[in-house]
């Protein structure tokens, strides 16, 4: 055998060995990509692209990792498309609504998965979701909310932009008018913006990155937070939390208030190779430490308070665990 042959069987032996295939890494040779539930320009997005442009370093065999847009039904399509035809191999990845759980618990039709099994990578920050009312609506506080009708942009059964007015309608009295249809918060705040409906919704971190401007020009005027306190950011906008007149409303609300936590969170099909999902959880864990990421997000104003997987599983389980006659009664108010 000559030297030239020798070498190239010695390589090809390397190849074919279980050992070299874990030197040369787990992801190696493939294509990760990242299915964002909404369109482009809202937090999802944000966090999404964040994810797509970074991750791919952190893992074993630097894969090309992209992000791409499946909006519809308030996220869940890309929720149902993750769950029941993603590949399992984790080079699938979603990130879709903070009230995946909750829309399980309250017998959303649109729901096609059991959230309990997902697998999950991690968080990058919590959310606050804020409802925001054009300067020139007579609406400028729930309030106002209580006496006048006003018009608000919806994305869908599943979003909270549309479940939480129609949700404060029936249980403290307010007069929103949800018009639905909207694929995603930018182009509900874009119809704000051109007058064809008076308020809309989004989560705090897109507006103040995206809309500066209008909150320097005072053209928006956030009303509402979903959560369950008010933010330090936010002091004047009531929270969810806060809004109730008795302790079963409260807990009503609290209960829709409560998906902060999971916030702008990343998402794997049930039965994910366990080696994959390790590698993805390490890999997660170690780009949100990355000072290139820290200093990237901070330069765009993103906010960052990572949580690890296993933890998000927790809070899912936390949720469906809700009481039973919470759920029966959104799942009443909601006719479902």
């Known amino acids: ?47 999404g692209r964040m ?14 990792v992209v992000a791409t847009n ?31 759980a909750l829309e399980q618990a309250v017998a959303n039709p649109a729901v ?6 997902f697998n999950w990578v991690g968080r990058f920050a919590t959310s606050n979701n804020i409802h925001m009312q ?16 006003t018009t608000v942009a919806a994305a869908g059964a599943g979003n909270l932009s549309e479940v939480i007015p129609n949700l404060l309608n029936k249980v403290i009295g307010t007069k929103f008018k949800v018009i639905s249809g909207y694929p995603a918060s930018a182009e509900g705040m874009l119809a704000m913006e051109r007058g064809e409906v008076e308020g809309s919704a989004s989560s705090w971190a897109a507006v103040k990155v995206g809309k500066a401007a209008w909150l320097k020009d005072k053209k928006i005027k956030v009303i509402l937070q979903d959560v ?55 890999g997660f864990d170690a780009m949100v430490k990355d000072p290139e990421v820290i200093a990237e997000m901070a330069k765009v104003d993103l ?18 665990a809700a009481p039973e006659d919470v759920k029966n009664r959104a799942k009443a108010l909601f006719g479902r």
């Open 1 to 47: 055998m000559t030297a030239t042959a020798f070498r190239l069987a010695f390589f090809a032996s390397l190849a074919a060995s279980p050992a070299f295939a874990q030197s040369e890494g787990l992801f190696a040779h493939k294509t990760v990509t990242v299915y964002i539930g909404n369109t482009a320009g809202g937090s999802y997005d944000l966090y």
């Open 51 to 64: 994810l797509a442009r970074f991750l791919g370093k952190h893992l074993p065999g630097n894969p090309n």
């Open 70 to 100: 499946m909006p519809g039904a308030g996220t869940l399509k890309a929720a149902n498309y993750i769950y029941e035809v993603a590949p399992k191999d984790g080079t699938a990845i979603g990130i879709v609504t903070e009230t995946l």
């Open 112 to 117: 096609q998965y059991d959230a309990s099994k």
């Open 134 to 149: 054009w300067f020139t609506s007579k609406v400028q506080s729930i309030e106002d909310a209580k006496k006048y009708e």
């Open 228 to 282: 369950p306190e008010r933010s330090p950011e936010l002091p004047d906008a009531v929270a969810l939390g806060e809004l109730g007149d008795t302790p079963a409303d409260k807990q009503l609300l609290g209960l829709y208030a409560s998906g902060g936590a999971i916030g702008r969170a990343f998402i794997l099909p049930p039965g994910t190779n366990p080696a994959a999902l390790k590698a993805l959880q390490d």
């Open 303 to 320: 906010d960052l308070e990572p949580r690890q997987g296993e933890t998000l599983k927790a809070e899912i389980a936390k949720t469906l």
